[in-house]
């Protein structure tokens, strides 16, 4: 395929995307790699262009609330609420599917993960198509998640006619996924809508578990939104971590502090957020890891961010960004 196009111009992105085409967008929290959920030959394109295994279900985006009805089926009266509540934006809810959603979006399950995305553009955008679209984030299985259009292009350039330009993302980082079971509210993945919000309307929530889950989740992969560079996760003293790593060259990612590690072997080192929020630590992560992953490093080293909602959420992140 002839070099990707990065553009602005989204009813050009609807006609491609209704074309049948696989086409790049913007969301508030990373980009999507996206195709009408109604093209089954575009959604099986999606899974090619990421290389992502038939296994691992798609998020279908909405641009209208009572699209729920049309894809879903028993919807518990707490989804709802978290609807209203929380959409547009970073939420994530699994529903019990209706027939016009196929099993190549769902990987076979009967539930499917429903959000409509807070970004005017793939508002605008999901307006224009008048379907609803599936979409993955718009990186290759496992790796680190794309924040900006370049970081979309870096990966899929020559794999994709168009990717649909929104700016740097303002939440980066994923959707948290709710799911309901017996009554219960779980999560199944951590993400830009905080738990604490969450459990003022559906009380408290408790986490996935496969053993004990009567649900299937497949895709919560323990090495997950890697960097090519090896990662560590340092749960101890940042400077004992650092010091361990005898002659190479170490990239620091922390929460607010940066320049507080006297050593040799660092070669750069950077802080999410010197003001210490969290939502600017989220908004930076992934930008910060494509950045260090870029360098040439031998190993990255972050320090765990506070125990605080979005925190958490991040230090998801980088523990499944470590994993072997
Ligand atoms: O913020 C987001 O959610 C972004 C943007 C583009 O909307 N999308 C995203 O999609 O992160 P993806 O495919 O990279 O991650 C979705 C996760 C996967 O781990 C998948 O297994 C899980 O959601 N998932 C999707 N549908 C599911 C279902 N029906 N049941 C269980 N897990 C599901
Ligand atoms: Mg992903």
Redesign the pocket.
């Known amino acids: 395929m002839k070099e990707t196009k990065i553009i602005s111009d989204i009813a050009l992105a609807a006609q491609d995307i209704l074309l049948g085409n696989v086409v790049a967008i913007p ?1 508030e ?4 790699l996206a195709a009408s959920i109604f093209n089954e030959s575009a959604l099986k394109d999606i899974f090619k262009i990421k290389g ?1 295994p038939q296994t ?4 279908v ?1 909405i641009g209208r609330k009572e699209q729920v009805q049309d894809l879903c089926t028993n919807v518990p009266d707490v989804a709802y609420e978290l609807m209203d509540a929380f959409w547009p934006g ?1 939420l ?1 809810l ?1 529903l019990p ?1 209706k027939d016009v959603v196929s099993h190549t979006i ?2 076979g ?1 009967n ?3 429903l ?1 409509m ?1 807070a970004h005017p553009v793939a508002l605008e955008l999901l307006q224009r198509c008048q379907v609803p679209l599936a ?5 290759p299985f496992c790796s680190i ?1 794309p924040t900006t259009s370049a970081h979309v292009f870096n990966y899929f350039n020559g794999k994709l006619g168009y990717i649909l330009e929104g700016g740097a993302c303002s939440v980066g ?3 948290t ?1 709710i ?1 309901f079971e017996e009554g219960k509210c779980v999560v ?2 951590q ?2 809508a905080r738990l604490t919000d969450i459990e003022k309307i559906t009380g408290p929530v408790t986490f996935y578990n496969k053993t004990t889950s009567t ?7 323990k090495r997950h939104y890697a960097p090519r560079t090896p990662l560590v996760f340092c749960t101890g003293n940042l400077a004992d971590c650092v010091e361990k790593q005898q002659g190479k060259k170490v990239g620091v990612l922390s929460f607010s502090v940066a320049d507080d590690i006297k050593s040799t072997n660092v070669v750069i080192s950077l802080a999410l957020s010197s003001a210490a929020n969290e939502d600017e630590a989220a908004k930076n992560l992934y930008a910060s890891l494509h950045y260090l992953d870029s360098l040439g490093l031998d190993v990255i080293i972050t320090a765990p961010m506070p125990h605080t909602a979005i925190g958490n959420a991040i230090n998801d992140r980088l523990k499944r960004a470590s994993a072997l």
């Open positions: 969301t929290t990373v980009y999507g992502r691992s279900p798609l998020i985006h970073p994530t699994l599917k769902t990987s399950l539930r499917v993960g959000r995305p979409a993955p984030s718009a990186n998640s980082l994923e959707s996924i799911g199944y993945r993400g830009g649900s299937s989740a497949p895709g919560m992969l």
